[in-house]
């Protein structure tokens, strides 16, 4: 069994986000994306102690895509005023 520690994927609350730059945010979404890489990969070649690991790093990075699209979507209605 391969074990990856998640240290990203333990629930950022929306408070957690928000407080965030969209620097960070970034960082986090590239970091969970190659951890999301290397989980499928490794249950792929062998089981993972636990599969819904690889679920819930999709839906945080889900999480912190919508944040960021959210502050895009902000900035731009606030430089179109």
Do not use: C, D, W
Request: aromatic residues 4%; charged residues 30%; proline residues 1%.
């Amino acid at each position: 069994m391969i074990n990856f520690q998640l240290q990203l994927f333990n629930k950022m609350k929306y408070a957690e986000i928000s407080a965030l730059t969209n620097e960070e945010i970034v960082a986090k979404i590239q970091e969970g994306k190659a951890t999301l890489t290397k989980l499928k990969f490794a249950h792929a070649v062998s089981s993972v102690e636990n599969p819904s690991r690889i679920n819930k790093a999709r839906k945080e990075i889900a999480r912190l895509n919508t944040e960021l699209s959210k502050r895009k979507a902000e900035a731009a209605s606030e430089s179109n005023s």
